[in-house]
């Protein structure tokens, strides 16, 4: 190899880490040909993991630098939100003994297909859109906390000296997952996280429920929090949330919350642990 082409191996080595992703297309767009990246795999340098996507030789394959490569080198708006933020939060009932870790993923555009593919411990599941009105930024190193914050989201950095990628807050993680598919299910897990939230900033709860767009997720999490005499909810003022008209049903036969109107299983008490 020339030296100008040893150089072009090292930055791209160098940029990768041991833990990141880098596809086709990225490499394509910056001047990588598809027969000098053949010829990088070739002479060891590139694993390919999956098809149409690339790491460094011997690097560790880890769904934290994935979601890393996502955001910054892939520039997709997806993000970590839902359950799984609010397991890395701390707030986890359901153990799944012997199932992978489902790791939660927002966004208004669809993961690539070669994430599925990945061989990893975890995997990811696309939940779609999320249901707030703001529209998601690009999640470059620049972009401040406080950006961030404004539609409660923020950098989180799992492992030691490795760089953060976007996860949703417990605020904003909770209404998320209060969004899901209708049914008991649902309630009895959201019901079962919202136990133990015990400490949601009233501010940010405000804020996120005026930008909510669900109907079902903003009455849900409200019948939830009043449910268990949260501290916070006295604090959040609620004049400024749409919360619709009329009744919302959850499941036929429950319960209707009095204040909130929708319903919610009769059976409730008896799913807590």
């Not at 701390?90 to 992978?100: K, M, Q």
Request: positive net charge.
């Amino acid at each position: 190899m020339s030296e100008q082409k040893n150089q072009k191996i090292n930055r791209l080595l160098a940029s990768l880490g041991d833990s990141e992703l880098v596809s086709s297309r990225w490499l394509q767009a910056h001047g990588y040909s598809r027969s000098l990246v053949a010829r990088y795999v070739a002479s060891g340098w590139l694993a390919s993991p999956a098809r149409g996507v690339y790491q460094r030789k011997g690097g560790r394959l880890q769904w934290q630098g994935v979601m890393r490569s996502l955001q910054q080198r892939e520039g997709l708006p997806l993000y970590v939100g839902g359950r799984f933020a609010l397991a890395m939060h701390g707030h986890e009932h359901y153990l799944r003994l012997g199932e992978a870790a489902t790791v939660t993923l927002y966004g208004p555009v669809r993961p690539p297909g070669w994430l599925d593919e990945l061989a990893l411990l975890e995997r990811f599941v696309f939940c779609g859109k999320p249901p707030f009105d703001w529209q998601l930024p690009h999640f470059t190193v620049e972009m401040q906390s406080d950006t961030l914050r404004e539609q409660g989201l923020e950098w989180n950095e799992m492992l030691a000296g490795a760089e953060p990628f976007v996860c949703s807050t417990p605020e904003r993680a909770i209404l998320e997952l209060c969004d899901g598919p209708s049914g008991a299910a649902l309630v009895y897990e959201a019901d079962a996280l919202m136990q133990s939230l015990a400490t949601l900033r009233p501010k940010r709860v405000a804020g996120l429920l005026r930008h909510c767009r669900s109907i079902k997720a903003k009455r849900l999490f409200l019948a939830l929090a009043d449910r268990y005499q949260h501290a916070w909810l006295r604090r959040v003022p609620l004049d400024r949330v749409g919360l619709g008209s009329g009744k919302r049903v959850l499941m036929p036969g429950g319960r209707l919350h009095p204040t909130y109107q929708i319903t919610l299983p009769r059976d409730l008490d008896e799913h807590l642990g």
